[in-house]
């Protein structure tokens, strides 16, 4: 009786050894077999052979991936030890590391001081501080052209639908009775938008006008080419623009700040009459 629950323990507890284990016990290694000329074990496998497979049941690695190849992972960069000029610099804006093993001659980001400055940003454009934790200045210098030109595209939009909408709120009623016209504002003198509604009521003549001048616009200003400053049409009918580089300067910063803000101001009136029920003139006491 004593034998037998021995050998039953014996044998349940080698179901849970190594498979490496179990397959010495039960025949010889695969790497090892007998030549036919001799009876002494020739090894026949490579040294990749004898390291663990890398575990892949979704065949997510190509067949012939380095992983596969020498069985184990690689890092998804290059390691110090493999190349020195692979050594990433110590940022350390708080300066928690000691001054031998920090590096600073790294140029870090003005508006983000704990991030290292994008390569492309080097502060010549007006209003670059460096902030820009997406990444979406990239690496090529005529897409970061593009996006410059359209930011500068939608922040003039911006400015000039930031004094339109209150002024359509407070002006829309009364030009429409001078007409004979019905209004188009919603409830609450709210302008029709996509977040209020009411763009229905607009006629289609005037989705037509808007579409046809502003392609019109886009395609003259794509057939000229690039120009050395992103935004600059020579359109200055008033003679606003200084003519000394302090000046220019100074005018493109003010421009460009102008736009951010008016783009986050738009959207927030967006908003606030979703939230609120009510026109943005109801928010501003003198204008209503």
């Given at each position: 009786?004593?034998?037998?629950?021995?050998?039953?323990?014996?044998?349940?507890?080698?179901?849970?050894?190594?498979?490496?284990?179990?397959?010495?016990?039960?025949?010889?290694?695969?790497?090892?077999?007998?030549?036919?000329?001799?009876?002494?074990?020739?090894?026949?496998?490579?040294a990749?052979?004898?390291?663990?497979?890398?575990?892949?049941?979704?065949?997510?690695?190509?067949?012939?991936?380095?992983?596969?190849?020498?069985?184990?992972?690689?890092?998804?960069?290059?390691?110090?030890?493999?190349?020195?000029?692979?050594?990433?610099?110590?940022?350390?804006?708080?300066?928690i590391?000691?001054?031998?093993?920090?590096?600073?001659?790294?140029?870090?980001?003005?508006s983000?001081?704990?991030?290292?400055?994008p390569?492309?940003?080097?502060?010549?454009?007006?209003?670059?501080?460096?902030?820009?934790?997406?990444?979406?200045?990239?690496?090529?210098?005529g897409?970061?052209?593009?996006?410059?030109?359209?930011?500068?595209?939608?922040?003039?939009?911006?400015?000039?639908?930031?004094?339109?909408?209150?002024?359509?709120?407070?002006?829309?009623?009364?030009?429409?009775?001078?007409?004979?016209?019905?209004?188009?504002?919603?409830?609450?003198?709210?302008?029709?938008?996509?977040?209020?509604?009411?763009?229905?009521?607009?006629?289609?003549?005037?989705?037509?006008?808007?579409?046809?001048?502003?392609?019109?616009?886009?395609?003259?200003?794509?057939?000229?080419?690039?120009?050395?400053?992103?935004?600059?049409?020579?359109?200055?009918?008033?003679?606003?623009?200084?003519?000394?580089?302090?000046?220019?300067?100074?005018?493109?910063?003010?421009?460009?700040?102008?736009?951010?803000?008016?783009?986050?101001?738009?959207?927030?009136?967006?908003?606030?009459?979703?939230?609120?029920?009510?026109?943005?003139?109801?928010?501003?006491?003198?204008?209503?």
């Amino acid at each position: 009786m004593k034998f037998t629950v021995l050998a039953t323990l014996l044998t349940s507890s080698a179901a849970f050894a190594p498979s490496s284990i179990r397959s010495t016990t039960r025949s010889r290694p695969s790497c090892l077999q007998s030549s036919s000329t001799t009876d002494a074990p020739t090894e026949v496998s490579t040294a990749a052979e004898t390291r663990p497979a890398v575990w892949d049941p979704f065949g997510l690695y190509p067949t012939d991936s380095k992983e596969l190849e020498n069985g184990r992972m690689q890092a998804l960069e290059p390691s110090n030890i493999d190349s020195i000029e692979a050594t990433k610099p110590i940022l350390d804006p708080l300066r928690i590391y000691s001054n031998s093993e920090a590096n600073d001659k790294v140029d870090m980001s003005d508006s983000l001081p704990f991030l290292p400055l994008p390569a492309l940003l080097d502060r010549t454009m007006a209003g670059d501080v460096g902030f820009d934790p997406f990444n979406f200045a990239g690496d090529d210098v005529g897409m970061l052209y593009t996006r410059r030109e359209a930011e500068i595209k939608h922040g003039r939009i911006a400015m000039l639908a930031a004094i339109g909408w209150p002024l359509s709120e407070l002006l829309e009623t009364p030009i429409a009775h001078m007409f004979h016209l019905p209004a188009v504002l919603g409830h609450g003198d709210k302008v029709p938008s996509l977040l209020n509604g009411g763009l229905e009521t607009i006629s289609p003549v005037y989705w037509v006008t808007v579409l046809a001048v502003a392609g019109g616009l886009e395609a003259l200003s794509m057939s000229k080419g690039a120009r050395p400053l992103a935004g600059d049409y020579g359109f200055d009918p008033f003679g606003l623009y200084p003519e000394d580089d302090a000046g220019q300067e100074r005018m493109q910063l003010a421009e460009i700040k102008n736009g951010r803000l008016a783009m986050m101001a738009i959207t927030g009136f967006a908003y606030q009459e979703l939230f609120t029920n009510n026109g943005v003139i109801h928010s501003v006491p003198f204008l209503h």
